[in-house]
């Protein structure tokens, strides 16, 4: 596959840090000056090694802050085509009014500024490993590390069958809302406009962004419809023959509050989905809704077939790693972090964000001709259940290498699942208390 060619995606924007194809087709030109300029404005912070991030996510911008930390001389640029950060951890609150937009939004100068890194606003369109050169809309940017945390990319293949058209209507008219705050903004408003009827949700089989959200929102949807007395029902379909993570709470919380607001509808793979008369078929059933937002699989950012660092034709939504430095195989300048990482790690954001502490360690051993030693990312995650008081669940776990089956598996798991008594009131303070802390690491 030509690298541009990967492009072409029918007009549907592509992957965080890549512009649109069109625009990247018939308006880019690596020989056009503009582009083919280095950007001598970008001021350097640091004399030492330039290391460039692709991604400001939870995990970009980790390896940024913990690079100027653990090399202080590096000159580190972070590259991210957003201006401003919206969480996506905790958005499910905002959704209903649980928290304040403000809570969830961040400035990428300030932990830049506060970090001793470079934010350097730009889409990424193109990646030359063997130049060891980012081209961006605005210049490209030499690097001799590089380090790409793109995150994830929708995939309606198993919707859609190529249907282009309809891929575009899911992606605009009904989001998923786990990736750009946009969708987020939409998926509100559907809420506060919703009369009756059905609410259709969706949770994806494989590895999905963040196990627990899925069935957080339709419990937090649920208790927005209850308590405005909303004639309507969440009809949740799970693609898994059962709840991921949680399920003993989640359950709990299905049957003890939510019975006359959510419909929990098990190894529900949809067949086809008919958006002109509303209707979504299984093997066995057919919903009518009155809205819905469709939460597809997921794949790695198809910025990694753009860089050429993904697994094989098969496997490219995910980066061909070492599972334990996240460099890529057979170029060490190159190194991949995050949720377009193939190892089975829960794609969320506290594990995204304790990646990043393993990323710079690794660069740095690599730097310093030091053996690397492997350290476990960790995560760290709640759920709430119901607002007004705000109950909660959690799950904290590390992870372990299992020689016998050659995979990762959970390690040191704790897991509360009782959100009934004043475990879950504390679980859903701490919530709050977690996210405030995590933003402060990540900012300032």
């Given amino acids: ?162 249907d282009t058209a309809l891929e575009y209507e899911l992606r605009t008219k009904y989001p998923a809302g786990f990736k750009n705050h946009s969708e987020h903004d939409t998926i509100r408003r559907k809420i506060e406009n919703f009369k009756e009827g059905n609410f259709i949700l969706t949770v994806p089989g494989g590895n999905y962004r963040c196990l627990p959200a899925p069935y957080e929102r339709a419990c937090l949807i649920a208790d927005y419809m209850k308590k405005n007395k909303i004639k309507g029902k ?68 198809k910025l990694l077939e753009i860089a050429g660092v993904a697994k094989d034709a098969i496997n490219k939504g995910e980066a061909n790693i070492d599972p334990f430095t996240y460099q890529v195989i057979g170029d060490p300048h190159v190194y991949c972090s995050g949720d377009s990482r193939p190892m ?22 690599k730097i310093q001709g030091k053996k690397n030693v492997w350290k476990s990312p960790h995560t760290e995650c709640f759920s709430a259940v119901a607002l007004n008081p705000m109950r909660a669940m959690s799950v904290n776990t590390d992870y372990q290498w299992s020689e016998s089956n050659k995979s990762f598996t959970f390690f040191n798991v704790a897991m509360m699942q009782n959100w009934h008594d004043k475990s879950g009131t504390d679980a859903g303070k701490g919530l709050i208390e977690w996210g405030d802390a995590m933003y402060k690491d990540m900012f300032y």
């Fill in 234 to 301: 969440v009809v949740l379909m799970d693609e898994n023959p059962d709840v991921t993570i949680k399920a003993e709470g989640f359950h709990a919380a299905f049957n003890e509050m939510y019975k006359d607001y959510l419909v929990y509808m098990p190894n529900a793979k949809i067949e086809e989905i008919d958006l002109k008369n509303k209707k979504v078929m299984t093997e066995f059933d057919e919903v009518s809704f009155s809205d819905a937002a469709f939460y597809p699989r997921v794949r790695g950012s």
């Fill in 344 to 365: 089975a790690f829960s794609k969320s954001g506290n594990t995204s964000n304790s990646e990043g502490y393993i990323v710079a360690r690794s660069i740095r051993d």
């Fill in 1 to 162: 596959m030509n690298r541009r060619d990967a492009l072409k995606l029918a007009g549907i924007s592509v992957a965080t840090t890549a512009v649109s194809a069109k625009e990247t087709v018939k308006k880019t030109d690596l020989s056009n000056a503009k582009v083919m300029s280095s950007i001598a404005s970008l001021p350097k912070n640091g004399k030492g090694v330039k290391i460039v991030i692709v991604g400001g996510g939870w995990s970009g911008l980790s390896v940024a802050k913990r690079l100027k930390q653990y090399i202080p001389d590096a000159d580190v640029v972070l590259v991210e085509q957003n201006t401003t950060f919206i969480s996506c951890p905790i958005s499910n609150l905002w959704l209903v009014g649980g928290v304040e937009l403000e809570f969830i939004t961040h400035s990428f100068l300030d932990a830049a500024n506060n970090n001793g890194y470079t934010y350097f606003n730009a889409s990424v369109f193109d990646i030359d490993r063997k130049k060891r050169k980012v081209y961006t809309n605005e210049g490209y940017l030499d690097y001799e590390y590089l380090v790409l945390a793109p995150g994830i990319d929708y995939d309606y293949s198993a919707w859609t069958s190529g």
